[in-house]
């Protein structure tokens, strides 16, 4: 078990042992919450790391480095950085995608494009926000967005 | 009412889910039988991704329950509607980066704030820090991508999301200015 994960599973644990002594009923619920999120996630869990597989087992480092390693340029990063636009998945996804990515070939600058638009932009949702935030903000945050994203992306690649 | 309907779309999804993931097990499996020298590499690089995830997957899923539970919606929107100047800054950032589900369950409450006055810049903050700062999604960032790329992204992302919140409020104060400007009474 790594550091990182023996951290996050004591914070739980302590966490949690705070709540039951707190609030015995409502740290049940928590509980149960918890439990059905994670029957709720697992399916596209699963997807993810059977497409991680594939993605690693077929798809030869030199394809990807191609289109999103360091030689593809500034088009590879826009190119990533699009398709986390668009891409609906849950951002708790997008970490073991992106270090298969990089295991792969890609560049820490796509990389970080790609986790930072899919977080952040939401093509899927955007009509949703629309409708809470009015054209113009929710148009104006998605945009600029994309554009900090590369930006944010391009600072990263230059530094590590 | 809003409850059922809330789960009935949860079980919609959820089927969703099951029938993506049924078709990329299928694909997988045909693959793995057209090539057999694959099968090695793909079931070991799956297995590695499954272990790494599992080991913190439960704990994050009790983390996110735990604040669902103890720290509500509504209290999100009390806290935030009334702070502004650096502290209504900080407190955005704070909020949004408490585990409290997806980026279009903070549309409403955005949307609540908004109609509560709070600052245009607040608002495209605390919905960044929703969207990308998020305490289990910077966890499992550590995990997989490691403390020096996790920090680096953190950094960056909090400076230009400042800078990028106050840019829009700028621009929509802006606009709105212009547009009075342009219709006399």
Redesign the interface.
Known sequence: MSITAIIINLMALVSLLIAFIKDREKAKKSLKIAGKSFVRMFPMVLTIIFIIGLLLGFVPPSQISRFIGEQSGIGGVLLIGTLGAIMHIPALLSFPLAASLLEGGASVTAVAAFITTLTMIGIVTLPLEIKELGRKMALLRNGLSFIIAIIIALIMGAIL | MKKQKDERN?RK??VR??I??GI??L??AV?LVA?PD?RG???K??WN??L??I????????????F???VPNEAVVRYLGKTSGIKGIFLAILLGTLPTG???VA??I??AL?KKGAR?SN??LF??AW??I?I??E???????GA??ML??LT??VI??V??AL??EW??RW?DGEREAESPA
């Open positions: 949860t999804e959820m889910d099951l993506i993931l990329t097990l694909v997988t693959l090539f694959r590499p793909v079931i690089t799956s991704f499954f790494e995830m080991q913190i997957l439960p704990a994050v899923m009790v983390l996110l329950g735990l669902a539970v103890f997806p980026l279009y549309f409403p955005a949307s908004l245009i608002i495209i919905l960044s969207a990308c998020k289990p999604q966890m499992v960032e550590l995990q997989f991508l020096r790329f680096a992204r960056l992302t230009f999301v800078i990028m840019a829009i621009i929509m606009s």
